[in-house]
């Protein structure tokens, strides 16, 4: 049985939460939160005694009795929480980005090497269901070879979407805490880490960068697009955009993410994430003047927490090493940080 820990329990922590509530071989065993009626309230929910419930993560990795501990904070306590749980000799799964810096990264890195334990950057695209099955179409030779790879996000408003209390959007306006804007910075490590997944290390990014203020003290880093190239004469694109007057249909955040990847002798194009826009299909594939679709492929997003839950879960009892890795994680945050140079600088950088 794998004991778990969770040190941050707000909106997402849900998500974060459902696999281990139902995988016979993991257990939720302690929460922290510096809330502690919400600590308290997701120790009651996931079945966890009242005195396993801490408002100072330090008394949480004083337990004896853990064996993996989920960083669920703000970006800026990445690193230290993380450092803090290494030491005390647990696995670490720390949510997306890992870190604010590199030299940061690097720390975090190196502090799970001297302890022996695993460091993984919780990302979770790319276990959705759609992008699974995509990647199994392109390895299988479907589309040929990859060429090129389109990202669009776009958020909205919707009257569904799941209520996060201003304080959990308050921080990621703060670029001290966040590390970067909300849209590209902090959502955008999704898409970074999907155009990693489907064609490798970009070795060169350009950004351009616009802001959109929603209220004053609130910028939003959109619209925004960024270019990538890849070695081998291959390209990328991502699109992120605002529209307040655009309604998706959604059970999580007001978002409709869309991927289209051009290969030698095909295209292939995966639909939905967060939310939806259309009622196009998870997945098509175009090669050979035909079109298929792929209507049978679970779509809500919280699949993609669950098979990345489970994922780490095997990871650890088969002593394997999971996906993000730390090295995979700093890759994907030296890549983003390359973006947001670019576009304060105008120009292209080399990652």
Not at 280 to 296: E, I
Request: charged content about 20%; glycine content about 8%; overall charge negative.
């Amino acid at each position: 049985m794998l004991r778990v820990g969770i040190i941050g329990t707000g909106r997402i922590s849900e998500l974060h939460a459902l696999e281990y509530l139902r995988n016979d071989r993991a257990q939720i065993t302690a929460v922290c939160d510096i809330d502690e009626e919400c600590a308290i309230r997701r120790a009651a929910d996931w079945g966890v005694p009242p005195n396993r419930a801490f408002t100072n993560h330090h008394d949480l990795l004083s337990l004896p009795d853990l064996d993996l501990v989920e960083i669920l904070l703000p970006h800026h306590l990445h690193h230290p929480v993380t450092l803090d749980t290494l030491a005390a000799g647990r696995h670490v799964s720390v949510q997306k980005p890992m870190a604010l810096s590199l030299a940061q990264a690097d720390e975090m890195i190196a502090a799970a090497k001297a302890a022996k334990r695993t460091l993984r950057v919780y990302e979770n695209f790319i276990f959705y269901p759609p992008v699974v099955h995509a990647k199994d179409l392109i390895e299988a030779g479907e589309i040929g070879d990859p060429l090129t790879i389109r990202i669009k996000s776009n958020a909205g408003f919707s009257p569904t979407a799941w209520h996060v209390p201003l304080s959990a959007w308050a921080w990621r306006f703060d670029p001290e805490i966040c590390g970067g804007g909300p849209m590209l910075f902090d959502d955008g490590h999704h898409k970074f880490a999907l155009a990693w997944h489907f064609m490798g290390l970009a070795e060169e990014v350009h950004a351009w960068m616009g802001e959109m203020e929603l209220m004053p003290g609130r910028v939003l880093d959109t619209p925004a697009i960024v270019s990538w190239k890849f070695p081998n004469n291959r390209f990328g694109s991502l699109e992120v955009v605002y529209s307040p007057q655009l309604q998706i249909e959604t059970s999580y955040y007001a978002q409709d993410d869309r991927v289209e990847i051009t290969g030698t002798r095909g295209v292939i194009w995966i639909n939905g994430g967060h939310g939806r826009l259309t009622d196009a299909p998870p997945v098509s594939l175009a090669r050979d003047g035909n079109t298929r679709t792929f209507d049978d492929i679970p779509t809500g997003w919280e699949q993609s927490f669950i098979h990345a839950t489970r994922h780490l879960i095997d990871a650890l009892h088969d002593s394997a090493q999971p996906r993000l890795t730390g090295a995979e994680g700093r890759a994907i945050l030296r890549s983003l940080l390359a973006a947001q140079h670019s576009a304060r600088t105008d120009r292209s950088i080399r990652v």
